[in-house]
Structure formats: structure tokens, C-alpha cells
């Protein structure tokens, strides 16, 4: 793995989760931080996954919703999610996540 490295964002490949939701993805061994571009109505299923999670409203309003709680989240706020926690969103905003271990499945 390379560390101390120097790169702007719009240099990363582009990595398409769901229709409307794209990603640039910044890989390290024990982490993967993205930064996602979402478009207006754009629907992430509920999902959950193994990783540790934490989302920082970039631009936009998000409507998150975890272990069956909905909010509407904007530019400024942060959410963190346990592994395994249910959780789904309608977007229209840039997000920046962490996840703890790295997403092998984003790679």
C-alpha cells in the first residue's frame, strides 16, 4: 500500500454504486474513504454491512435513514452507524464516508 501520497479528488476513477451515486474511493489497509456525488433522487435500498461507517454532509440535504430512524441531514452534519445497523437514503447532495475496514468491494 502507498502512504504519503499527494493527489486531488477528480484525479481518482469514478466508481458507480447505484444509479445516481457515484464515488471516488481512497483505499488504505485498514480504511476506505469515498466521496460521493449523488443526484436528486437517487434511492441507496437499505442495506448494512460489517464496516463501520461515518458520513459528513459535504453539500445538499440527505434524508438518511437508520435502524428504521429518518432525518433529514445537511451540509455540516455527520452521521456515524454501527456495523450490521440498517440503513437506507433519498439524496441529493456530496457526501464524504469512512469506512472501517477498507471496502474491499468498492476496490
Known amino acids: 500500500m502507498m502512504y504519503n501520497t499527494f493527489q486531488n479528488i477528480e484525479e481518482l476513477e469514478e466508481f458507480e454504486v447505484v444509479p445516481g451515486i ?17 443526484a436528486k433522487g437517487a434511492v441507496l435500498p437499505e442495506h448494512q454491512h460489517f464496516h463501520e461507517q461515518t458520513s459528513c454532509i459535504q453539500s445538499g440535504d ?8 429518518t432525518k433529514i441531514v445537511s451540509a455540516g452534519d ?30
Do not use: W
Not at 25 to 33: G, P, V
Not at 62 to 69: A, E, H, L, P
Open 62 to 69: 440527505f434524508q438518511f435513514t437508520v435502524d428504521g430512524k
Open 78 to 107: 455527520h452521521i456515524v452507524i454501527a456495523p450490521h445497523t440498517p440503513h437506507s437514503a433519498l439524496t441529493d447532495c456530496t457526501i464524504i464516508d469512512v469506512f472501517v475496514p477498507s471496502r474491499e468491494d468498492y476496490k
Open 22 to 38: 457515484v464515488g471516488r474511493m481512497i483505499h488504505t489497509d485498514k480504511m476506505t474513504m469515498s466521496f460521493f456525488k449523488i
